[in-house]
């Protein structure tokens, strides 16, 4: 049996054409007993077969093999540590169709991934629901099979339920026996798909139902009681599966779509083939308790997850090395479909936000490529990351762009309709692509999804000569070796007059004066239009300068505004521009109103904040003073009230600028949000303090708060005890952590891992102030053990390290980290830690950097007192 361990993948000597399940859950003992039957085909000589199986109990007098004469094994072996199940039988397999049954028994965990259970309230009593998770590789958690992508088979499933219960699977009901407290439900077959898209929910639901202009089914479930926050949600999958059968020219595979949100669930969602599981927060929507920002998520979620149901479940990836074809695809087409259906969110814009969280994880040494090698399943939950999901949607924009939307949509459903019902690599892509479009896109994309990173584009004005020159962008300011073929895009002075041409070679020179741009002209030069391209620019002195003026006159699209400050924010953490060019950048901001653009400048103000604090903390005070004034002109336009038939946008926009001015220690704005805070908790129905607003007053709150005046603290606690909507409850614990006092902040951490909060939500409460940094590393230290143990295998134990750890900024702080982890650090978390620590160190060197900033006091002094 020895030769099967350690093998990242299973033998090919049986392959599972139909999986025949039942499953009977008790929902009080938190058990399941189940039977599985198995077509296969054996296709080589054998005496073995070899599949997944995981914390399940086999009863080995169940198992046989029968296709000419009935077979039992002599062996039955499961490797724990490959959660491999080996069955030895005592001849050769014959070659061709047989059946492979198995008996077994399970636990319902309460981890979130497998055969889980979650719970939820009704009329005041706690009561348990089943559930499933089985990407990416816990299906056989639940029952025995071969649990990779590319093993496809079609599956009939069968539960033994409580009568009073709802049962859901992928497919419509067949049949259902009710025989006294018991009733048996089977579904119809499934078309042939992956293991990892199996899907079982059973408890008490309501739901609303709608039906899309060919009549497919869609139904919302949700808790009993909340079928109104359904509407939104329903409506949006109704019209995504219309435009999405329009776009990828292929009807919607399955009879109906179910959608149902789950109070216990570690991801946002899951796309299980027709009947996708999703958190509360990312389906649900109350017109009077969520916020715009929430609306946008569920649809921008439900949209990717309907993707799913083409670009991943009825083609799928071949193995999880091309887990970014998924998850990067239908990232990028959610924003197709919210863009679609509402215009007016300018989502396009917004979608800058994916393309520098990806940037910003690929400038780090211990990034990975969008294509990265999986050797064992142990090591897939840490790919589902900013590179995976974020960088490639970027790139897939980036490509688009380039070959134009029409041959793009017409090649990708070329691509759907050849690989319909089995899997693909990402070169098969790039093969429809190519063959579409007539263009070199295999080799072109081969640079950006095969080697880990990305450039940045240097272009300097000289003897009437445009230079460019490309070389790795690292964050940490050290060069790096690689080199990419880049779709460079530029225009001059105006949007009309724009260039567009490959850089393959580490550089290229053009004549400027074809361009109009002279050496002392004013006209401005932009690369990287409207960011379509998944690079940095770096222009040189006096293009530079030519921007700061094109963007105080307005001049540039929203797009652009945004690349020039985020490139420029890189750039400086990077220590290749002073902290003084990037004040002095974000002072042409001043009168910026774009939701995308301005939040972005938020965030910026919030990093180039905290690495002031640790650097120079003399000139903290002037520091935030001048980020309030920088947010002032917004600030008034928008006011604390909604204002009648104002933009979604708008709604988004000022609940993230007077949290800016809250933490930037804004006294007017703290005062009056502790006021309206006051009067919402004695009269939750006050227009005073509408959902757009609360996340801002919940901070300043906690801002004022401290050991000696614990009133607005207690308040918050109340309010997150009295709600039962997950958004309110994920906005209360987001904004707790922002107390300076140290004794609460720990406070707070310790009621994070309370019963109180579900597990599925303890990350969100990580959020501490920069006072409670060395507070919550002590408690991380202090509390390692049971986090490890609750949140062990899952991509929610990666949050604990980068949310403690990635904050600091010094060099000893990253020996100490280093040294406790020396001894506790396991594969699961091994990716995280490696680019967390690498962030300690980047902010170390940037703080040296400042310190030594000859002009910096000069400047700022003058930015934060300057009259406007």
């Known amino acids: 049996m020895d030769q099967f361990k350690s093998q990242p993948r299973l033998p090919r000597f049986a392959v599972p054409k139909r999986y025949d399940i039942r499953l009977k859950p008790d929902l009080s003992a938190c058990t399941f007993a189940g039977s599985v039957s198995i077509d296969l085909e054996i296709v080589s000589d054998t005496h073995f077969i070899v599949l997944n199986a995981a914390d399940l109990t086999l009863k080995s007098d169940s198992v046989s093999f029968s296709s000419s004469k009935t077979l039992k094994p002599i062996k039955v072996e499961l490797l724990e540590a490959d959660e491999i199940l080996v069955l030895e039988f005592p001849e050769a397999l014959p070659i061709g169709v047989g059946a492979l049954t198995i008996g077994f028994d399970g636990v319902l965990n309460d981890k979130m991934k497998g055969f889980y259970k979650s719970t939820y309230e009704l009329h005041g009593e706690k009561k348990n629901m089943a559930v499933t998770q089985f990407e990416p590789a816990d299906a056989r958690r639940c029952f025995p099979c071969w649990d990779e992508p590319a093993c496809k088979a079609k599956f009939k499933i069968t539960l033994d339920v409580p009568s009073e219960l709802v049962a859901l699977s992928n497919m419509p009901v067949l049949e259902e026996k009710v025989n006294g407290p018991l009733k048996t439900v089977s579904y ?61 020219a292929v009807q919607y595979p399955l009879p109906k779509l179910d959608m149902i949100a789950i109070p216990d669930f570690a991801a946002g969602a899951m796309e299980n083939y027709g009947l996708v599981t999703y958190r509360e927060t990312a389906l649900l929507f109350d017109d009077k308790h969520s916020a715009a920002a929430n609306k946008q998520r569920v649809a921008t979620v439900v949209a990717h997850e309907l993707a799913h149901q083409w670009f991943g479940n009825l083609v799928t990836m071949e193995w999880w090395t091309h887990l970014w074809l998924n998850e990067g695809f239908a990232t990028w087409v959610s924003y197709l479909a919210a863009d679609s259906l509402f215009p007016e969110w300018k989502v396009w814009t917004q979608f800058l936000d994916e393309s520098t969280e990806g940037l910003r994880l690929d400038g780090l040494e211990g990034s990975h490529p969008i294509e990265v090698e999986v050797k064992h399943a142990s090591e897939i939950d840490e790919i589902f990351d900013a590179i995976s999901y974020r960088k490639g949607a970027s790139v897939i924009r980036m490509l688009q762009s380039y070959l134009g939307a029409e041959n793009f949509q017409r090649s990708l459903a070329a691509y759907i309709k050849k690989h319909a019902y089995s899997n693909a690599k990402t070169e098969d892509l790039w093969a429809a692509l190519e063959e579409g479009s007539g263009e070199p896109v295999n080799k072109l994309m081969n640079s950006w999804t095969r080697q880990q990173g990305y450039p940045v584009v240097c272009v300097k004005l000289k003897d009437q000569k445009l230079e460019f020159e490309q070389s790795q962008f690292l964050s940490s300011g050290s060069p790096g070796e690689g080199q990419w073929i880049v779709p460079i895009t530029l225009c001059y002075g105006s949007y009309d007059e724009h260039k567009n041409f490959l850089l393959q070679t580490k550089s290229e020179t053009l004549d400027a004066k074809e361009f109009g741009l002279g050496e002392t002209g004013s006209a401005w030069l932009k690369l990287n239009v409207n960011q379509a391209g998944f690079y940095r620019v770096k222009y040189d002195d006096d293009l530079a300068a030519r921007l700061r003026y094109a963007i105080e006159k307005k001049y540039l699209t929203e797009t652009d505004r945004f690349g ?109 949000a502790n006021r309206r805070l006051q009067e919402f908790v004695n009269d939750r129905n006050t227009p005073l303090l509408p959902p757009d607003i609360r996340k801002a007053a919940y901070v300043a709150v906690m801002r004022k708060a401290s050991a000696s005046d614990r009133a607005g603290y ?15 409850k994920t906005r209360i614990l987001g904004s707790l952590g922002s107390c300076p006092d140290p004794n609460i902040v720990l406070e707070v951490l310790n009621f994070v891992l309370s019963s109180e909060v579900r597990s599925q939500d303890a990350v969100f409460g990580l959020a501490v102030s920069k006072e409670g940094r060395e507070t919550a590393w002590a408690w991380l230290k202090d509390k390692w053990d049971y986090i490890s143990k609750t949140w062990g295998s899952g991509f929610l134990m990666t949050r604990f390290v980068s949310a403690v750890v990635s904050p600091f900024a010094s060099f000893e702080k990253a020996k100490e980290i280093e040294e406790f982890f020396a001894s506790r650090s396991k594969p699961a978390i091994a990716r995280t830690l490696k680019q967390s620590m690498e962030r300690v160190d980047i902010n170390a060197k940037w703080v040296q950097s400042i310190k030594s900033e000859k002009q910096l006091e000069k400047a700022v002094k003058e930015l934060a007192h300057r009259k406007y």
């Open 188 to 248: 119809e077959e499934t078309p042939i798909m992956s293991t990892y898209l199996v899907a079982v929910v059973v408890g008490l639901f309501d739901y609303v139902e709608d039906h899309t202009s060919d009549g497919i089914k869609v139904r919302v479930y949700c808790q009993v009681g909340k079928a109104d926050q359904g509407k939104f949600a329903l409506h949006v999958a109704v019209k995504t599966l219309e435009l999405y059968k329009g776009y990828f």
């Open 564 to 672: 020039v400050l985020d490139d420029s924010f890189a750039l400086c953490m990077a220590r290749h521009q002073s902290l003084t060019s990037l004040l002095t950048l974000m002072g042409a901001y001043r009168e910026e109103v774009d939701y995308t653009v301005l939040s972005n400048l938020i965030s910026i103000s919030y990093k180039v904040q905290r690495i002031t604090a640790d650097a120079t903390p003399e000139l903290l005070d002037d520091v935030n003073q001048f980020f309030i004034s920088l947010l002032q002109y917004s600030a008034e336009k928008l006011g604390w009230d909604p204002k009648q038939g104002e933009s979604h946008l708008d709604a988004m926009l000022r609940g993230e600028i007077l949290t800016a001015l809250s933490l930037f220690g804004h006294d007017p704005t703290l005062n009056e």
């Open 714 to 728: 207690e308040s918050l606690l109340r309010l997150y005890r009295d709600t039962d909507l997950s958004q309110e």
